[in-house]
């Protein structure tokens, strides 16, 4: 209660004294943020020229940082020793910047849909550097063999359809992967969920069927799964039974050379494990009772009190993730698989075959913030503040996705500034009384003030333009990309090259 007091939080007295009011610090759910990423949010006065001239909401990329991440997924494979290639899945962000940036490295991109396939050619991509998965239309299908893309087929029948059109136009051979998505217990308790997307390896025979059909159109090069899920164990039951299907598909005469376990390796985005564990401990007692609810009118976030008892499960991804990007690669490769009895780094070399990763939202982690301008704090009553932002829930799909991190408040320059801890509900610019971008109070050590800007760090994997649109004419933020040294450009206008030696350089031999 100390703490309440000292904080100058108004809070509303507990009714009935089994309800523990909360304490501020319980609450908060400080993001974990790189280098670049503090030294642009320190950086007031850039940050509200930005917006002053782009407007709110404003998205900030920066693209050497998915060069980074690049680099630290490739060092896995480095590390153990295994060859095959980081494929960037591009559907996480729409950014042209980080797709051009990406094509000046080494790695690879992974498109799922028509335009991504001609976003990444048109960015610098050779087609043997794309790969195309997801379901596929027949012009998408048209255009990935006829550029020479990889395909990884969803099901037969899309295989089918590929292969219709390579005889059909005279297209041959493409490189395919077919995906699966259910695989046999191999003796452990893992279930696989199901998935829309690929085949039971009990149905291989579907995807043979095909093959047979279209030897001179298609060339079988590997064997592919995502799974939907953070669980090492359902994903090393995954590994094993790709490892029977390539055996299978060589004995039946196919050279599959290569292993893809699609994406999924997720991102840490807060600083404390503490601070998760007390949010997580309040919000359970919150739904059961046992104190001051701290969420829109006593949302659960999947959990609910049914007499007394909890129910529901936890719908929020688990923002505190130390295990997470590379080093989740690197755990699962060190894991032993029970079948074979070797790590799967181990059974990948003696196999001679490619690892191949889709990652998405860890490639983007630390790559993007989202402005958003405040409106106006409102006191509703005396358990409800509102802080009204210039950004929907489309723009920061946080809620959506359920990843519950704190903004940052980033204060406009006024001397006569009093600051004060507080906390409210984010509320959005919708006419909609849906539009929440928090439905949790977020707590700040300064309450935001009109004026002022609320930056959500590390959106740019999934929260930042996956779900925008111009409900009620309202703007899609601009997305701008960001150098190290603060220097920035609109998104379509960043190319990884820099203009100013380039043109000096050229005057100079002419
Ligand atoms: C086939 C495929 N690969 C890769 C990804 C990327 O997953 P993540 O962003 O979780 O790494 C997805 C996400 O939906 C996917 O469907």
């Not at 239309?137 to 063999?145: H, K, N, V």
């Not at 989740?328 to 799967?344: A, F, I, K, M, R």
């Not at 405040?374 to 802080?387: K, M, P, W, Y």
């Not at 809620?399 to 600051?419: M, N």
């Amino acid at each position: 209660m100390a703490a309440v007091a000292e904080s100058g939080i108004d809070m509303p007295t507990a009714k009935g004294c089994a309800i523990t009011p909360l304490r501020e610090e319980e609450v908060f759910l400080e993001p974990a943020l790189s280098h670049a990423a503090r030294e642009l949010l320190d950086s007031a006065d850039f940050l509200h020229g930005l917006a002053h001239s782009l407007g709110s909401p404003l998205n900030i990329l920066l693209p050497a940082q998915i060069e980074a991440n690049a680099k630290a997924f490739t060092s896995v494979f480095d590390r153990h020793r295994i060859g095959g290639a980081v494929y960037y899945a591009h559907k996480a962000n729409r950014s042209t910047a980080l797709v051009r940036h990406l094509a000046s490295t080494r790695a690879r991109i992974d498109i799922a849909s028509l335009g991504e396939l001609q976003h990444a050619l048109a960015s610098g991509f050779a087609p043997d550097r794309i790969m195309a998965t997801g379901p596929k239309t027949p012009e998408f299908l048209w255009l990935a063999a006829r550029a020479g893309v990889v395909v990884n087929a969803d099901s037969p029948s899309e295989l089918d359809t590929l292969g219709r059109i390579c005889r059909s136009h005279g297209i041959a051979p493409v490189s395919v992967m077919v995906r699966f998505s259910g695989f046999v217990n191999s003796g452990t308790t893992v279930m696989s969920r199901q998935s829309r997307f690929g085949i039971h390896e009990a149905d291989v025979r579907h995807y043979h069927n095909v093959l047979d059909g279209y030897r001179d159109e298609l060339e079988l090069i590997g064997v592919a799964y995502h799974l939907d899920t953070i669980g090492i164990a359902e994903k090393a039951q995954a590994l094993d039974g790709c490892l029977r299907l390539v055996q299978e598909f060589h004995a039946a005469g196919h050279p599959v050379r290569a292993v893809d376990i699609g994406g999924g390796y997720g991102v840490n985005y807060l600083a404390s494990e503490q601070q998760w564990e007390h949010f997580t401990t309040a919000l359970t007692e919150a739904v059961l009772g046992q104190r001051e609810s701290f969420t829109w009118r006593g949302h659960g976030y999947g959990l609910r009190a049914e007499n007394g008892k909890l129910r529901g499960a936890l719908s929020l991804y688990p923002a505190h993730r130390p295990l997470s990007g590379p080093a989740y690669l690197d755990n699962l490769l060190t894991q032993q698989s029970p079948v074979w009895g070797q790590s799967y780094a181990t059974l990948l070399q003696e196999l001679m075959l490619d690892l191949v990763v889709e990652p998405g939202r860890a490639l983007l982690d630390q790559c993007g913030i989202a402005l958003a301008r405040v409106l106006e704090v409102r006191h509703a009553d005396s358990e409800t503040t509102f802080i009204r932002l210039d950004i929907n829930h489309g723009d920061v799909s946080l809620e959506e996705h359920g990843v519950a991190v704190d903004p940052i408040v980033v204060p406009q320059q006024d001397p006569t500034r009093r600051s004060e801890a507080g906390g409210g509900y984010l509320i959005g610019n919708l006419c909609l009384e849906a539009d929440f971008i928090s439905r949790r109070r977020v707590y700040f050590r300064n309450m935001p003030q009109p004026g002022d800007l609320l930056a959500f760090p590390n959106t740019a994997g999934y929260f930042m333009d996956f779900s925008a649109d111009h409900a009620l004419h309202q703007p899609i933020a601009r997305k701008i990309a960001v150098t190290a040294d603060h220097r920035w450009c609109l998104d379509d206008e960043y190319w990884p090259i820099d203009r100013q030696a380039l043109t000096t350089a050229g005057g100079d031999t002419q």
